[in-house]
DNA sequence: CATATAATTAGACAAGCATCAAAATGAAAG
DNA sequence: CTTTCATTTTGATGCTTGTCTAATTATATG
């Protein structure tokens, strides 16, 4: 499975924070910015490391780009951590 | 939450094996490293890290360290992934 | 076109991490 | 007590990663 980016790409607090951000909703990459103490350009940096993991998608309108959770890739996470607890299944 | 040391721990694919081997039962470290084609020195790196991260425990039986899964910090990832899927709440 | 705004990409750097070999700890057995 | 086996710890090394600044792309507007 291609489980290695998603746990990477999880790995970090400011990529999980900006998972959390958008659990309401799509946002613009320069809102998602916002938030945090860093700079844009690091940002965007972990939405490139998001969007590679399938984590997140964006949406180009005009001047903006907008991203949005993708949960696909959050089923097969808890699935896994599902086997885990099921045992030897 | 402290989730930082378990997404940090669950981002190495060793380490997630790891666990996968451990849904069955305990093991031995020995036999945990036997698993893997790294030095048993790496692997006992890794079970540090797993255990530090409330992942796994530990049980010394005279010579033998086994080592056994612990499901409740995974519950917690578990709920993390829920809460994301939830919506705003 | 020139300018302004939104966002990414490129390049550099320090901190962190996985790995190994070698040394050290701890327990059992001769 | 010395040896052996199981495991961890130490110290070193090269790769990866998060971050920044500066430069670049892309879109809209005067």
Redesign the pocket.
């Known amino acids: 499975m291609a489980f290695q980016k998603t746990f990477?790409?999880l790995?970090?607090?400011?990529?999980r924070a900006i998972l959390d951000l958008l659990k309401d909703g799509a946002r613009?990459?320069?809102?998602?910015?916002s938030h945090?103490?860093?700079?844009?350009?690091?940002?965007?940096?972990?939405?490139?490391?998001l969007?590679g993991a399938g984590l997140i998608s964006?949406d180009?309108?005009?001047?903006?780009?907008?991203?949005e959770l993708n949960m696909s890739v959050l089923d097969e996470i808890a699935g896994w951590i599902a086997g885990l607890k099921g045992g030897s299944g």
Chains 1, 2 share one sequence.
């Open positions: 990477k790409a790995s970090d607090p400011t990529r613009t990459a320069g809102d998602i910015a945090f103490d860093m700079t844009a350009a690091t940002v965007s940096h972990h939405l490139s490391v969007r964006d180009k309108r005009g001047k903006y780009i907008y991203y």
